[in-house]
């Protein structure tokens, strides 16, 4: 069923945990790819970013199908990333409560022996709950790993109200796309 030697080219205990959770076995190689841009679109941002970590790790190879996937948060026109600190995860935070915003998350898988690729992307809206300013403070101390500081997976958070679209995406790997994009190299996950 799978020929293919997997390669996760992200450090995300998350994504690993995705994949684990749909079926694959695989092995971990970090990207240390650059996340700068002049790209201004997130749906071209995503992309241009997970394929440059895709890239970066299959250069090092012979073979093996190299995952690699970047996620930004989109709120009215802004990119909002990771935070660079507690204050900062903070500001983030306090812009999110109570918005609807959009969240963008980048697929590449290359086949390190023939160089072939296959790119996509997928947006889910996401409706954060208003919370006290207290919970924004206790929150922005737990999330500095992650586009828009905050966690949909951690129960505890209980700040996202509804998701619309595919819920790992918001996660950081879509299962649609990613199933689609493996299907292409003869890959099956499960769900």
């Known amino acids: 069923m799978n020929e293919y030697k997997i390669i996760l080219a992200s ?17 971990v190689v970090p990207s240390r790819a650059g996340e700068k841009t002049k790209l201004k679109k997130p749906g071209f941002i995503v992309r241009e970013l997970a394929l440059r970590k895709a890239l970066s790790v299959a250069a090092k190879l012979r073979r093996g199908l190299v995952i690699a996937a970047d996620t930004i948060v989109v709120l009215r026109g802004e990119i909002i990333g990771k935070p660079d600190g507690e204050k900062h995860a903070e500001k983030m935070l306090s812009k999110l409560n109570g918005s609807t915003h959009r969240v963008y998350t980048g697929i ?46 951690e129960k505890s958070d ?16 879509p299962y649609g796309k990613l199933k689609k994009l493996l299907s292409g190299f003869g890959v099956r996950i499960r769900k």
């Open 11 to 27: 450090a995300s205990p998350r994504r690993a945990m995705l994949l684990r959770k749909w079926g694959l076995k695989f092995k």
């Open 108 to 153: 590449a898988v290359i086949d390190a022996s023939t160089g072939r690729k296959i790119l996509a992307y997928d947006v889910s809206r996401v409706k954060m709950r208003r919370i006290p300013q207290l919970d924004i403070v206790r929150l922005s101390r737990k999330h500095m790993d992650k586009a828009g500081a905050y966690a949909i997976q």
């Open 158 to 173: 209980a700040f996202v109200e509804r998701v619309e679209g595919d819920y790992y995406n918001v996660v950081g790997l």
